[in-house]
């Protein structure tokens, strides 16, 4: 009797797989350690951020008082600048925006309507904006040019028509 319950345990001890499964359950482990490498390449070398909630605010009076009422570009000095931006049916809140060659941008935007996207062609800039949330990123323009953004959630009949521009340029002289 005590022998069949040794023998019973040593048995649950083995894995009893085919071969095919075996090297699949290889393959899965293998995928999970890339997609790990992946997400801390992305993060910590190449600076990828994950938008956040920035803060709560009320979309029937954000854009009566604080930074919201007065939107747009403000330079902070050192070459960073901060945007205060709202999205609204249907339009960006500043619609163009210009900087200089290197500048680091923060970008804040809210909603006081329904939900909008805002999405910065060519940079990793990409936002959901949900009315009541603050929405921020930042990013630095290395060079010059037009960087079109656009709404990216659709909002309504005049969503195609909410996009605006920011453009980089070099330092005068
Ligand atoms: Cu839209």
Redesign the pocket.
């Known amino acids: 009797m005590s022998d069949d319950r040794s023998e019973t345990v040593v048995a649950d001890r083995t894995l009893h797989t085919d071969r095919y499964e075996r090297r699949w359950m290889l393959v899965s482990a293998v995928l999970l350690v890339v997609f790990a490498i992946a997400v801390a390449v992305a993060g910590f070398a190449l600076g990828f951020q994950v938008p956040g909630v920035e803060a709560r605010v009320d979309p029937n009076t954000v854009a009566e008082s604080g930074p919201f009422a007065n939107p747009g570009l403000r330079d902070l000095g050192n070459n960073e600048f901060e945007v205060y931006m709202v999205a609204k049916?249907?339009a960006f809140d500043p619609a163009s925006i210009t900087v200089p060659v290197g500048a680091t941008v923060t970008f804040y935007v809210t909603s006081v309507d329904v939900q909008?996207?805002f999405k910065l062609r060519d940079t990793n800039v990409n936002l959901q904006i949900v009315p009541g949330h603050v929405s921020k990123l930042s990013t630095t323009f290395d060079r010059a040019g037009e960087f079109p953004f656009?709404?990216?959630?659709?909002?309504?009949l005049?969503?195609?028509a909410?996009f605006g521009s920011l453009v980089v340029e070099e330092p005068e002289g």
């Open positions: 049916a249907w909008h996207g656009i709404c990216t959630e659709f909002c309504g005049g969503h195609s909410m």
